[in-house]
DNA sequence: TCGAAGACGTA
DNA sequence: CGTACGTCTTCGAC
């Protein structure tokens, strides 16, 4: 059984445009996607549902072709191709490459003509079916009984097979003379104009009447009426319509049909193109289309699983050859859950599960023993997790070589999600057996012979872990980063998971209390807000209903746009207030921060443990820089800036039996590490000088005696030296410091003939990274920008500055890593009971200890000093205090 | 129920 | 037209 599909991808792309809102289908950096998603879900669809053996696409290349050159009026007057649509031509093809579709396009012919003669191949060839997906009309001249034509209706979802019985019934001739009848109608769209007068019922009519369009001229004398004076006028029109319409059979193209095979895609390719263009869905729906119609999981693991009885664990454990790769059953959330199982593959194919629930001491000893030992390597995916159930059952776990998850991360760290078994897909091709079954078979994971059900699937996961992380660590070496893993990434997952496991005491009832307050100012807020417009109630926390307020009953000046609207964002409001104050506008603003406050209180409260404590989870594979992240809740997002959200610092305090809480922050790292990097003499004086970095390079910006720089002239130089990390603009920093562009750029420039380096060593960043297509830190950690070679100026642009930052913030979190490790081993060395908290980037919580506080600061300050040997010192600032908030200085 | 958009908190 | 995050609320689509 052979079936071709062919698609005209310039035609359906088009459809795709116009079918679907661009406003929904943009990436993050401003790419419009409409058309690429609507082609692509089209191309998904009629895979799944017509199950091709053959494809290909066309597509058009410009529009001179043979037609233009006889009728230079063809698709003439049609509205320029509009700049969202023509960049996502591009980005079809790449999603056609990443699938392993061939696309075909070739000077001078109209991708129909391509699909005419490859049809036209197909059917010689003695192909079963030809399917041709096109919003041309043309196409249908193609149709006979083993071509279709899939013509789109609406949308990007709905095609209509026209076959020669649906195309007789809808335009009343054969599809052999749709020619005809199209030559005497006219194609609007090319700009072939038919006959004035004459319909496709008329032009039925007479094709039916004479036979053919051949048959009517010879007898056009023979029409009679206006319509026949009509035709008899139009007759050279029509027929150059004809000529014109006629696609060509003959288009010399470099494959045949046969070349056209479906075969293997790159998954690779689709996880990086999709992620790119940020379809999250279609990728779902296109992997489980591909995964029924062709599967691409190929790989087979066989693995011998048993169940291991009393006393039988030691003997087990001793017998692992080379690293195991575990997996563990049950359910844990930071401070609660446990362990239920243990599921430990080796590299020889044994597979073993240990109910951890009934275990006996001797082998719990074994087990226990074995989990420990440092030289034993193990391998987990995500093994934060594994390790909180472990410590619930006392078990410790050491000896990690390889976190699937982090390892990918470490490849590829923009990619924000890490699946266990999309890598195991991608990276070796294998797919789990299905849960509860034995399914073995082309590409699944053989479980061989199990003795029981229980702990299959754990046992087929172990043994894909242990298989993913091998896979995974040649990976990470291409990338340069085994050091880094090794050394920094997996170390500090313990020391994330003791900081989860302690949490941080805070006060109940201050919180309460808290919680009271910020409702009372909500109200009152509220209340004022309403009176000031006359009583009626919007719902203050809706941009939506805000917007009719603002620009409508209160008639104030339009804000900035937003994509469905003005935006009414603190900044906009405040300008408002200037230009034209109203009593409104302030209520409004301190709603907005009573809310916020009592809506950050409220979720504190809800995520406080049954030990009285909040025990966040770090993320250590979601910023692309290598920083941490903190959720559930994000303690690092605490308000610090308002003496009101400060509020919310004191209420966490040291827990009981203990002294204080101690709070050590980097002085200006990445500033720091700028000056390091760009190894810019005069930022590292700055430095070394260690007076106030801001007053110093003010004095040398504004040429004036540190003495002498004046507190606005320090705000504008602070505000350009962070700004300067991010990739701002002078336009940027206008807008910032409200100054005039002219004035941003005068003292950029300012800026830049003070400290040079700093300038070099920004574009030397961007253009090492062009030419290598990543970044790295001073720890070697890598981030790939494609975009930086985007032809999309947004998205190159933002590559840019991506790439400027990457390596400032990625070494600044390096360095907080190292310093991280350091602290908590120096603090168990000196069997100090102090221990680390919270990090927030630059700044670490330390809970500390009766009587320890003295030598807790020496520890870290002298770890976190000696984290990185920099041309400029590291200083660290070290407070204690009762309350988080009291231990700021 | 879910996701997008808008808003806003931190470094 | 400034990087990196997470969370809350509203609102409309499903």
Redesign the pocket.
Known sequence: MKRLLLLDGHSLAYRAFFALPA??F?TST?QHTNAVYGFTSMLINLLRDEEPTHLAVAFDVSRQTFRSEEYAEYKAGRATTPSEFKGQVNLVKEVLDAMGVTHLELDGYEADDILATLTTQATQAGFDEVLLCSGDRDALQLVRDNVTVLYPVKGVSELTRMTPAAVEEKYGVPPERYSDLAALVGEKSDNLPGVPGVGPKTAAKWIGQYGDLEGLVANVDQIKGKAGENVRAHLDGVLRNRRLNQLLVDVPLPVTPDDLARHDWNRDEVHRVFDGLEF?VLRDRLFATLGTAQPEAEGDVSVDGVVLGDGEVETWLAGITGRAGLFVDGTWAKGAGDASGLAIADESGRAAYVDLTTLAPEDEQALAEWLADVTKAKALHDAKGPMHALAARGLTLAGLTNDTAIAAYLVR??Q?SYGFEDLLLRYCHIELPETGKQAAGQGMLDLGDVGATQGDDAMARAAAVATLAAALDEAVADVGGIELMAELELPIVEVLATMEQAGIAVDLDALHELEADYDAQVVAAQQDAWDAIGGEQV?L???????VVLFETLGLPKTKK????????????ADLSEKAPHPFLDAL?RH??A??????V??LI?SIGDDGRIHTTY?QT????G?L??????L???????ES?RRIRRVFVVGEGYDCLMSA?YSQ?EMRVMAHLSGDEGLIQAFNDGEDLHRFVGSRVFGVEPSEVTSEMRAKVK?MS??L?????A???S??LRISTAEAQRLMDGYFERFGGVRDYLRQIVDDARATGYTETMMGRRRYLPDLTSDNR?RR??AE??A???PI?GSAADIMKKAMLGVDEALRAANLRSRVLLQ????LIVEVGAGERDEVERIVREQMGAAADLAVPLDVNVGTGRSWQDAEH
């Open positions: 406003e929904n943009s401003g999250k760290p923009d924000r719902n926390g809706s941009p939506k209903q805000l917007q937003t994509k469905t609207g003005y935006t009414t964002d603190a900044e906009a409001i603003l907005r921060d809310s916020k406050l009592r809506s950050t409220q979720g809800k993320q979601i910023a692309a820089t920083r992240s903190s959720t559930d809740p994000n690092q997002n605490i308000p610090i800036r308002t959200g922050d790292i505000a962070y700004g990390a991010y990739g701002l603009s336009f940027g920093l807008k910032q947004q642009d933002m500055r991506m400027l930052n990457a913030q927030v980037h630059d700044e």
